[in-house]
């Protein structure tokens, strides 16, 4: 059985940074496509980053791109997003996913999920 479980949230102020980490068990980190998405208060959840199997190619949102950067360490089956400038409008939940589909660019193919870590940005 796949898991996924995230670490790494917590409150900041804004301009600071944070470093999110997922591992992953029950599967090969090599057979999945990994992903991070997050859900504000009274929002949907909403795609943030992805990273291909052996992490060649990431695609980010345009309201984080530039600001956060995500990468795959296969080896120890865990998928990071480190955060920088964070912003109040960062505020949420991040949830990390995992998808076995080859259309990996499609969201609505992640099929794995965590529990999510709670992220606050906050003066």
């Known amino acids: 059985q796949v898991q996924l479980v995230e670490s790494g949230g917590g409150l900041v102020q804004p301009g600071g940074s944070l470093k999110l980490s997922c591992v992953l068990s029950?599967?090969?980190?090599?057979?999945?496509?990994l992903g991070w998405f997050r859900q504000a208060p009274g929002k949907e959840r909403e795609f943030v980053s992805i990273i291909s199997w052996l992490g060649e190619r990431t695609y980010y949102s345009e309201s984080v791109k530039g600001r956060f950067t995500v990468s795959r360490d296969n080896a120890i089956n865990t998928l990071y997003l480190q955060m920088n400038s964070l912003k109040i409008e960062d505020t949420g939940v991040y949830y990390c996913?995992?998808?076995?589909?080859?259309?990996?660019?499609?969201?609505?193919?992640?099929?794995?999920w965590g529990q999510g870590t709670q992220v606050t940005v906050s003066s």
């Open positions: 996913a995992a998808t076995a589909h080859s259309d990996y660019r499609d969201v609505r193919n992640y099929n794995y």
């Open positions: 029950g599967r090969s980190a090599t057979s999945v496509a």
